[in-house]
């Protein structure tokens, strides 16, 4: 065999042994695992929720009467309204200060007197709730007039314009008031008729600026109004004369409700300077310090029922950090969105008559009272001016 035979043999030979190698490498090397695919998870599928129609003002209320049996009974924007002694629902036009009565119901609406006095911001009644304080806020200057109006006579008497505050005497047909001179920054507390007549001061020097009759106890409370930036204290006076006693301070804010027999007292405070949240706790005739009752709100959305025990509040819900109270509220910068309570004093239970989630809209309640049965609880909405009333089970 020559040379060229055996060259072309051997090429041969190498080229099926490399074929046969790379032929036997991939019949048995491993292959990788194939990864399944990721199976579809089943995600549960939930119904939409459904879009609730907000209903016009007239079907809101009608639904609020069903949920709650709260109604609105005056429509029209009202201040001063009482329960007088005939059972009638008897109030003030806020804007033009004429007077009016209705049923308890609303109904049966009629006209007492036209009024001499418009642009009302507060309105004090008489014990008879036949007379009234009223105080109006002049638009321009900001600056508070005090007026004295008697129903039976329909005179209504200005009195000074350095009175800052009145109040009834809780007995007799007497006024108390609180005169102030702002230039020489002095004051009293004197007690005079109706009309501003027959004066008697009981305390020369009073710088702080508002009233609050101690009912049964013959004696007047006087403290600054309540703000947040400020520690105050309450003191009071005999109306006989005589000198001042202390009775609670130093707190942010401090206010006071008396209960009907006077031997008790709801006060509101805040427990920081500035605070969001203003606190209620009761003070009781000789018992030690104060016991705090875990609502937050203000003695101006608070009325005690004639058993001298339960109280009624308007609850507000949580309101933002920057908010100061009660300062933003007297100010109008803020309105509250109530829930109402009915609150055992003597041992601290609370239950609650209406919460602000179940009204399709919202209440901020101020000049609560009772019906005579004690039914029926009554409130100013300051979001409308409208008077309302909520069952009280």
């Not at 490399?18 to 990788?32: R, S």
């Not at 949580?318 to 300062?327: A, F, G, K, S, T």
Request: charged share 30%; net charge negative.
């Amino acid at each position: 065999m020559n040379t060229k035979k055996i060259l072309i043999i051997s090429i041969i030979a190498l080229i099926v042994l490399i074929v046969g190698m790379l032929l036997y490498n991939w019949l048995v090397q491993e292959k990788p695992p194939v990864t399944p695919a990721p199976k579809e998870e089943k995600i549960p599928k939930f119904p939409e929720a459904e879009e609730r129609e907000i209903p016009e003002e007239e079907e809101a209320e009608k639904i609020e009467e069903e949920i709650k049996a709260l109604e609105a009974v005056i429509e029209e924007q009202t201040i001063g309204t009482i329960l007088d002694k005939e059972g009638k629902i008897k109030y003030f036009d806020q804007r033009k200060g004429s007077i009016w009565q209705s049923s308890v119901d609303g109904a049966d609406i009629s006209k007492i007197s036209l009024g001499a006095v418009g642009n009302l911001e507060k309105v004090s009644w008489s014990k008879d709730r036949d007379k009234a304080i009223i105080t109006s806020l002049d638009p321009e200057t900001q600056k508070e007039q005090f007026y004295s109006y008697d129903q039976a006579s329909g005179k209504t008497w200005t009195l000074d314009e350095h009175v800052t505050a009145a109040v009834w005497h809780p007995e007799q047909d007497k006024i108390i008031y609180k005169y102030t001179d702002q230039e020489l920054k002095t004051g009293s507390i004197s007690i005079s008729d109706p009309d501003g007549t027959n004066h008697k001061e009981l305390l020369p020097y009073a710088i702080k600026a508002e009233l609050a009759v101690v009912p049964k106890k013959n004696k007047v409370a006087f403290y600054p109004k309540p703000s947040a930036y400020q520690e105050s204290s309450i003191d009071s006076i005999s109306l006989d004369g005589g000198k001042p006693a202390h009775f609670i301070g130093d707190y942010y804010a401090l206010n006071v409700l008396y209960s009907p027999e006077g031997n008790k007292a709801i006060i509101s405070y805040t427990v920081y300077r500035a605070g969001t949240k203003t606190e209620l706790a009761l003070i009781e005739e000789g018992k030690y310090g104060i016991k705090e009752l875990d609502i937050s709100t203000m003695i101006e959305k608070c009325v005690w029922a004639k058993d001298n025990i339960y109280l009624f509040c308007a609850v507000p819900a949580p309101l933002r950090d920057e908010i100061v109270m009660p300062d933003d509220w007297y100010a109008k910068r803020v309105s509250t969105r109530d829930t109402f309570l009915k609150i055992d004093t003597s041992i601290g239970e609370k239950s609650k008559l209406a919460g602000a989630e179940e009204f399709s809209v919202s209440y901020d309640a101020i000049n609560l009272f009772l019906s005579e049965e004690e039914d029926r609880l009554f409130f100013t909405n300051q979001r409308d001016g409208k008077l309302y009333s909520i069952e009280i089970e």
